[in-house]
Nanobody, 123 residues
């Protein structure tokens, strides 16, 4: 599984940016595609995710402002970020959760991470 992230950059407060993540390779085991972010000195936190069955999660602070959606293919996910705030400033990472069978036939889960993309919101 390979992840290609794009988007991000610099925006003023109240403006919008869009992030995109395209997942390639053997995606048959992919269960969730999501976006995390990490601000300086802070932990990496979930921003939004969409499951294989299109169940969507958002962190509370972005509800009503951010929208996660699939692109023209299931393996492309967009994160539309509207009404940006300075506290949204962080490095954003695309994440994929994948189920796979181990050598004993048990189902395990593992994560893949894309390269981070900087989002900076100026006040």
């Amino acid at each position: 599984v390979q992840l290609q992230a794009s988007g991000g950059g610099l925006a003023q407060t109240g403006r919008s940016l869009r992030l995109s993540c395209t997942v390639s390779g053997d995606t048959s085991g992919v269960t969730v595609i999501g976006w995390y972010r990490q601000a300086p000195g802070k932990e990496r936190d979930l921003v939004a995710s969409i499951s294989r069955t299109n169940y969507i999660l958002y962190r509370d602070s972005v509800k009503g402002r951010f929208t996660i959606s699939r692109g023209k293919t299931r393996n492309t996910v967009h994160l539309q970020m509207n009404n940006l705030k300075p506290e949204d400033t962080a490095v954003y990472y695309c994440n994929v959760e994948e189920d796979y069978s181990d050598y004993e036939g048990d189902v395990e889960s593992r994560d893949y991470w894309g390269k981070g993309t900087q989002v900076t919101v100026s006040s």
